[in-house]
């Protein structure tokens, strides 16, 4: 799986837009690309994923460059119950029984200031 | 909430102990998984099965034995652990079907070796 560069931290005010930026040049045409977020004493959540074109839940929307090689998550309008560590992950998409774990880099932790 | 459970929420046990980390979903998930994460890291993958069968074993100690009784629940043996096994240990599960599900996490068991 391709390696990923994020931040180490980010501060945003809440209400605002949270931008988080993931750098993945190295990420071949079959990776996916999935953010997880993990909330103090909690596991890990997941949040979205996307191959190539921006994707959009109720939670965050994912925007990824054309040539791949970097993406932006986006909370609309940050809580405080924001406040967490977000994981970008890039994966290779296996076939049915293939399931693999999914391997974490050091992540951006966001600090959401009231 | 969340849709794994894993007990115990915290264990607390001496070098020769024997004891057991449970973890339990009822989404129809064929994938589970074992992580370990230390304090201020991210999560590593340990175990994954998939449909009852462990696939993925990423060269855990043998005194770290797995084992997945049926389709809902996933068990983390231990015995003879060191101090430096103490980390917070999360089950997840997830569809295997080749589409990319997301993983669910539970919310870990915290596990201190005296």
């Known amino acids: 799986d391709a390696k990923t560069t994020q931040p180490p931290s980010m501060d945003c005010a809440e209400g605002r837009a949270a931008n988080l930026p993931c750098n993945h040049s190295t990420i071949s045409g079959n990776e996916y690309v999935y953010w997880y977020r993990q909330i103090h004493s909690q596991g890990p959540q997941y949040i979205i994923h996307g191959l190539k074109n921006n994707e959009t839940n109720e939670m965050a929307s994912l925007i990824i460059t054309e040539d791949r090689k970097s993406s932006t998550l986006i909370l609309p309008h940050a809580t405080l119950r924001d406040t967490a560590v977000y994981y970008c992950?890039?994966?290779?998409?296996?076939?049915?029984?293939?399931?693999?774990?999914?391997?974490f880099g050091k992540g951006t932790h966001l600090i959401i200031q009231p | 909430d969340t849709e794994v459970t894993q007990t115990p929420k915290h264990l607390v046990m001496g070098m020769t102990n024997k004891k057991s980390l449970k973890c339990e979903q009822h989404?129809?998930?064929?994938?589970m998984y074992w992580y370990k994460q230390k304090a201020k890291k991210p999560p590593e993958l340990m175990f994954v099965?998939?449909?009852?069968?462990?696939?993925i074993n990423e060269s855990v100690p043998s005194r770290f034995s797995p084992e997945c009784p049926n389709s809902s629940l996933l068990n983390l043996h231990l015995h003879a652990l060191q101090p430096e096994d103490s980390a917070l240990y999360l089950c997840?599960?997830?569809?295997?079907?080749?589409?990319?599900?997301?993983?669910?996490f539970g919310d870990g068991t915290r596990l201190s070796i005296l």
């Open positions: 992950i890039v994966r290779v998409l296996k076939g049915r029984g293939g399931a693999d774990g999914l391997t």
């Open positions: 989404m129809g998930h064929r994938a």
């Open positions: 099965y998939s449909y009852e069968k462990l696939s």
């Open positions: 997840a599960s997830s569809q295997d079907l080749g589409f990319g599900q997301p993983q669910h």
